[in-house]
């Protein structure tokens, strides 16, 4: 597909470089948009080894034009203005948007102003695969006034879908998350080209017995509530039990977001006397992803990316989370066909005699999950053809 020349493209690559989903993610969005336009990255305070992963060319850098982001925008959009052909887009990061902070709310309500005010010069500002959930009122409305300016808000998941629509939200898009457009035709590379991390594992990851994973959060918004984390655990204990003793195989405990490190060592500390453990101290990307998730039997996680990572690898992969509290993952996983692999942990430990049924399906469950990605990667491409012509 040739591009659309006349289609000026701004997006972000400020993100947190210490999250691989928030890395390769961003740099699967460029891959996409690059199809449609000329993109202008905002690359200020973004590393320069980043930069080169993202494959972003000279005249893709805002630094290369030795002007003001923001004043970019503007200065296109007012050309825009006296220019019909000319249309002038900013790309919103994908994320997922909760709770009650009066700073939050404030940044929300100051981002729809300058939101309105981009519209007045026909700035068309879209999102594309987010989740929102669980916002105070001053929240809801911030992110009604926010939306009312989008040309083209979305959301990743039904939940999500159904809650901005009723908070007044009316146009509302699904786009799926973008996970869901990582290429299987790169696996054999083992996924070198997404995004390999200066402070990642270098090391060859095989295991000559066969093993499942756990990669778990340290810390959001649930994990500190009175139950949440011990009842985590108590269906964790079982697992291992399950997994170690009766079933022979070791536990390899990892992690691709830096700061989940904390809480991985604390799993490792608490089994590693009683059962076949094994740690991966650095931070997993996608230099190594490929043959650790690939070749387990399952991953379990609380962590979104995490799982369509290792789903994309083809691990059968276990969200273990609370499902009315953790709507993101329960809705992308639901929305998908695949709710029947969710661990709820709010159900107690007896929830883990699901496994041996899962166990016994994952050949059938992997090709359900190959399909998924090809049926959104199909959803998802005609949607962002149209937004963009």
């Known amino acids: 597909m040739d591009k659309i020349t006349n289609n000026i493209i701004f997006c972000q690559a400020r993100i947190p470089h210490g999250n691989q989903g928030d890395l390769v993610l961003t740099k699967v969005l460029l891959l996409q948009l690059r199809k449609h336009g000329k993109l202008i990255v905002n690359d200020l305070e973004v590393p320069e080894w980043y930069c080169q ?3 972003l060319r000279d005249e893709e850098r805002s630094s290369f034009y030795h002007k003001n982001f923001a004043l970019m925008i503007w200065l296109y959009g007012l050309k825009a203005l006296f220019q019909p052909n000319l249309k002038v887009y900013l790309i919103l990061r994908p994320g ?9 709310g404030n940044k929300m309500l100051l981002g729809a102003l300058y939101y309105h005010l981009m ?3 026909k700035v068309r500002i879209c999102r594309f695969g987010t989740s929102i959930e669980s916002l105070s009122k001053r929240l809801e409305i911030a992110e009604k006034l926010r939306a009312s300016a989008m040309y083209f808000y979305s959301v990743r998941d039904s939940i999500s879908k159904n809650y901005a629509l009723k908070i007044g939200i009316s146009q509302v898009h699904f786009f799926p ?7 299987k035709r790169y696996s054999n590379d083992d996924l070198k080209w997404l995004m390999q991390v200066p402070n990642a594992n270098k090391k060859s990851l095989h295991f000559d017995s066969p093993y499942v994973i756990f990669s778990f959060r340290n810390k959001y918004k649930e994990f500190d509530s009175s139950d949440y984390q011990s009842n985590l655990l108590e269906v964790l204990d079982e697992i291992v039990k399950l997994i170690c003793n009766d079933w022979g195989y070791q536990i390899v405990i990892c992690y691709q977001v830096d700061s989940d490190y904390k809480f991985s060592k604390t799993l490792m500390n608490r089994y590693q006397d009683d059962y076949n453990m094994n740690f991966i101290e650095d931070y997993i990307d996608s230099y190594s992803m490929y043959d650790l998730y690939g070749q387990a039997s399952m991953v379990f996680s609380n962590r979104l990316h995490t799982l369509m990572f290792a789903m994309f690898c083809g691990a059968l992969s276990i969200p273990i989370i609370n499902k009315i509290k953790e709507q993101k993952i329960n809705g992308i996983f639901s929305d998908a066909g695949l709710e029947e692999v969710i661990l709820d942990v709010s159900q107690g430990s007896e929830i883990i005699n699901n496994l041996p049924d899962l166990v016994a399906k994952s050949k059938c469950l992997k090709e359900k999950i190959s399909l998924c990605f090809a049926q ?4 998802g491409e005609k949607i962002i053809t149209q937004v963009f012509r």
């Open 53 to 55: 992963q993202l494959d």
């Open 177 to 183: 998350d973008m996970a869901w457009f990582l290429q």
């Open 96 to 104: 997922h948007f909760y709770g009650n902070s009066t700073k939050l």
């Open 119 to 121: 519209r007045l010069i």
């Open 376 to 379: 959104q990667q199909k959803v």
